[in-house]
C-alpha cells in the first residue's frame, strides 16, 4: 500500500474504497485482465472491495483470516490496543512479548516464529504509511453487500485467532453466494507459519 515498505507514503490520507482503481491499474500495466485475488488480515478487505467494485477483473477470490470492516465481531479491545501501533514491526523483542497473545495459534507456543516473519523480510516504512492504512478502512464495511460478491470464493479461517474471530467467518461464508469455508487450527498468521498445510487447500479452490 502507497506509505508501506518502499512504497512513497501519499500526501494525504486515502479510503479503502478509492484502491481498486489502483489494483486494476497495476493488472493493467501487468497485461492481465483478471486474476486470482488472495487477501490476509487488511489485505482481505481490499479483495473484497475490489471484487465487488471491479468483478470483471477477479476471477476467484481468496480470503484469509479477516472479516467484514466496521461491521464485525470485533477481536478482545486488549488485542486491538496494541494494533493501534507500529511498534511490533518496529521492536523484535516487544513482537516476540505479544505474539501469542496477538496472533493465536502456532505463535503461542512459538512466539519466535511470529517475530521472525514481522522482522525477516519487512520494511514497514514510515510510521504515516502506517496509521494511514488503518484510516482507510474506518467506517468501511463489506457486510450489507457480500451477497452480491461474483467471483467463487474461499474463506480461509482458524480456531485461535485473537484478531478475526472465526464467527466472522461463517457470517461470510452464510452471505457469499458460491463461497467455501474452510476452518483451519491456528491463529492469524498461520497461512505464513505453515503455507505447506494451507496452500493445498488454496491451489486446490484455484484449480478447481
Known amino acids: 500500500m502507497p506509505g508501506i515498505g518502499g512504497s512513497p507514503a501519499p500526501v494525504v490520507p ?5 484502491l481498486p482503481s489502483l489494483l486494476a491499474g497495476l493488472l493493467d500495466q501487468l497485461g492481465y485482465e483478471q486474476a486470482d485475488v488472495l487477501g490476509i488480515s487488511w489485505g482481505g478487505g481490499l479483495a ?3 471484487a465487488l467494485s471491479r468483478p470483471d477483473r477477479v476471477r476467484r477470490l481468496v480470503l484469509v483470516a479477516t472479516g467484514t470492516g ?16 507500529p511498534l ?5 523483542g516487544y513482537a516476540g512479548r505479544v505474539a501469542g497473545e496477538l496472533y493465536g495459534g502456532s505463535a ?3 512466539p519466535g516464529l511470529a517475530r521472525d516473519l514481522l522482522h525477516a523480510t ?10 494511514y492504512q488503518l484510516l482507510s478502512s474506518l467506517g468501511w464495511t463489506s457486510l450489507p453487500r457480500l451477497p452480491k460478491l461474483r467471483p467463487p470464493t474461499l474463506i480461509l479461517a482458524g480456531d485461535d485467532d485473537p484478531i478475526i474471530p472465526l464467527v466472522n467467518a461463517r457470517i461470510m461464508h ?3 453466494p458460491r463461497s467455501q469455508l474452510h476452518v483451519y487450527r491456528g491463529g492469524h498468521l498461520e497461512l ?17
Open 14 to 18: 486515502y479510503h479503502l474504497t478509492t
Open 48 to 50: 473484497q472491495q475490489f
Open 70 to 85: 466496521a461491521l464485525m465481531v470485533p477481536g478482545h479491545p486488549r488485542v486491538l490496543l496494541c494494533m493501534l501501533t
Open 88 to 92: 511490533r514491526h518496529r521492536d523484535p
Open 108 to 110: 503461542r507456543h512459538d
Open 122 to 131: 519487512t520494511r514497514l516504512g514510515p510510521a504515516r504509511g502506517y496509521f
Open 174 to 176: 452464510r452471505l457469499i
Open 192 to 208: 505464513a507459519a505453515d503455507a505447506e498445510r494451507l496452500a493445498s487447500a488454496v491451489e486446490a479452490f484455484l484449480d478447481g
